[in-house]
C-alpha cells in the first residue's frame, strides 16, 4: 500500500491533503482561510533626547583705535621757529652792531654744564635779529684743535635739529692767550613765543682743554628766548 501525505497548515494557513493518486483517489485541496492576522505592529523608534542648543554667548565687539590724522602745516599761519640765516648772511652781520650776540652781548654767562646738571638760560629778545654764538675754548691753539677733534657738537632749535651748514665758525684769540672756536648762526624773524636754542657737546673720553679736565658725558646749554 501506498503512502499518503497528510499535510495540515491550521489557523488560517492552507490546510492540504495531498495523497498518491493510486491509493487515496484525486488530489483534494481545501483552503480555509479564517482569520485575517493584524498587520505587525510597528515598533517605534526609540526617540532621541532633544538637545538643548544654547544661545550664543554676547561678546562686545573690540574697540578699535581710529588713527588721529596728522595736522598739515597750514602755510598760511606763518613760521612757528625763527628763519635760520644762509652762512654768508650771518658772517655780515657778525659786525652788525645792531644785532645782539646770545652770549657775549645777553648773557655774559660763560659758566660749563656738568652732564648730570645742564644749564638752563632764559633770555628776553628785544631786537629783530639775533646771533646765537657758542664758544669753546682751550689753553692753547694746539689743545683747542686736539679737544675739537674728540668732540661732537649738535645744535637744536625747539627740539629740531640745525645743519652746519647754516653756520658760520671762526677762530677768536682772548687775551689771556686762549683760543677759541666760535660757531655762531643768525636767527631773526622771530614767531612769538618762546623758543628753546640747545647747545650740547658730547666727550667720549677724559679730556683737558688746559684749564680743567672734563669727564665722558653729554652736556648741555639750553636757551630759553621769548620773542614778543
Not at 691753539?141 to 625747539?158: H, N, P, Q, V
Amino acid at each position: 500500500m501506498k503512502r499518503c501525505l497528510l499535510l495540515e497548515v491550521r489557523r488560517g494557513l492552507l490546510l492540504i491533503w495531498l495523497a498518491a493518486a493510486a491509493a487515496c483517489g484525486p488530489v483534494r485541496v481545501t483552503t480555509l482561510v479564517t482569520d485575517t492576522p493584524p498587520p505587525p505592529t510597528a515598533v517605534p523608534s526609540a526617540v532621541p533626547p532633544a538637545t538643548f542648543t544654547p544661545y550664543p554667548t554676547y561678546a562686545p565687539p573690540t574697540p578699535t583705535a581710529t588713527p588721529s590724522p596728522t595736522p598739515t602745516p597750514d602755510p598760511a599761519a606763518g613760521p612757528v621757529v625763527p628763519r635760520i640765516a644762509t652762512s654768508p648772511e650771518t658772517k655780515v652781520n657778525l659786525k652788525n652792531k645792531a644785532v645782539p650776540w646770545l652770549n657775549s652781548d645777553l648773557l655774559k654767562d660763560f659758566r660749563e654744564p656738568k652732564p648730570d646738571e645742564p644749564l638752563v638760560f632764559e633770555v628776553q629778545l628785544k631786537s629783530a635779529g639775533l646771533i646765537w654764538d657758542n664758544w669753546w675754548c682751550a689753553a692753547s691753539d694746539e689743545i683747542l684743535f686736539g679737544t675739537l677733534a674728540s668732540m661732537k657738537f649738535d645744535y637744536r632749535i625747539d627740539g629740531e635739529p640745525v645743519t652746519p651748514d647754516s653756520s658760520f665758525t671762526f677762530k677768536q684769540f682772548l687775551a689771556d692767550g686762549s683760543a677759541c672756536s666760535v660757531t655762531a648762526y643768525y636767527l631773526l624773524d622771530w614767531p612769538a613765543g618762546t623758543h628753546a636754542l640747545q647747545y650740547t657737546y658730547t666727550i667720549t673720553g677724559n679730556l683737558s682743554d688746559g684749564y680743567r679736565l672734563y669727564m665722558p658725558g653729554v652736556y648741555k646749554r639750553t636757551y630759553n628766548v621769548a620773542a614778543p
